[in-house]
């Protein structure tokens, strides 16, 4: 058993380093497709087993040229977090641990690491010491559980149970959100068959206007409603605007939920902790582990000041089950089971400590300056947004021209950056998120986009 184990990790303990070694210059594209990937894998199941460590040399050899190098420093689309070396080491003891951490008296020191770090992220962020954190795969569950914990609120408030009764025959609920959203809130709100929300206007930074909101909550009447707010856009990195919007929003009764998947770190450095402002007045709270906190995939946080109102709506009981009078941490996600979640975030806070965290989180935003600054000397260029946070959005001209840009970029591998449409525009977007990106690495990134506008 000892044996099988040892022969296999260390083999995988050894290609981990070499993929890690690699990112320094391999190109940041994949290099193989779908179908090559395919056919070194072999699409059809052997009769016959094989030992694992041959199966993870097998694997890796068939995958490597297939992988995107996503925790290299010269990663910036979509919005991805690298992994940092303590949150690394300890997923590997998350698997080998192997502990169902949904029950807190089963597993004592993934409860103990689960209290410890709960505290310490509500400390970090800003918010109220007496909320409720469940440990969820990302923020689109984040935003589902804080969602579903302000939906039953808001009815229980109007004398609807929702547990009991579901939500047919019951009061609408009226669901308002700026017009630059996520996307994934709208998913949340169809798992909880609310359907699509209210738009409220948003300015040129996408930020929700507050006299908006304040018009579409007076329109309404006293009917059960939910407000979602937002920390960092994805084009533009803006902040909604907290105070107003909150207090709009808690004059009609309305419960407040903001999705702040990388943007709500903002709390944790002094030099823009201004940004989310007012945040803390909310009811409910959604953020990543995986994008600016550089834990591996896939780990985020749904926080709810109500502590009960989350454990109402997410609690569940069973005979079988070994009950702590505390609440159970499952009392608090979507899911029963899962991994030890709360290990590797808890090593990476342990590791950067509270200035490390906040230094993260500068030299981040520090980054996008630094690229907004070379993109605006770079001759047909131009920034869109204000770089208040660690997203850039710039065009090179027309349309074409810029996802030409684009299509150079991704060809030449240095660095890999999204295209998207913001404002009806098409854009290249920058998204700085990773703990390891380096001054070299914008540099070298800012070369390649210079050289892929160059002739065009
Ligand atoms: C990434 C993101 C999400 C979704 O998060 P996942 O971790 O991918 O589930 C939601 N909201 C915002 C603002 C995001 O940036």
Redesign the pocket.
Known sequence: MVDQHSAALERAHRHALDWLSSLKDRPVPPQASIDQVTRALGATLPEVGSDPAEVIDLLVEACDPGLTAMPSGRFFGF?IGGTHPAALATDWLVSAWDQNSGLRRLTPAHSAVEDVTSAWLLDLLGLPAESAVGFVT????S?FTGLAAGRDAVLRRVGWDAAERGLNGGPRVRVLVGAER?D?VDLALRYLGLGLPEVVPADDQGRLRPDALEAALCDGGDEPTIVVL?A?N?HSGAFDPFADAITAAHARGAWVHI?G??GLWAAASPSYRHLVLGCQEADSWAT?A??TLNVPYDT?FAIVRDAAALRAAMGVRGAYLILDEQGEPFDKVPELSRRGRAFPVWAVLRSLGRSGVAELVERLCRHASAFAEGINGIEGATVLNDVVFTQVCATFGSDKRTEEVVRRLLADGTTWMTGSIWHGQSVLRISVSNWSTTENDVQRSLDALRKAVTGL
């Open positions: 919005v990302g923020a689109t569950m935003n996520h994934t937002q960092g994805v999705d998947a990388f990543d995986h994008k985020g």
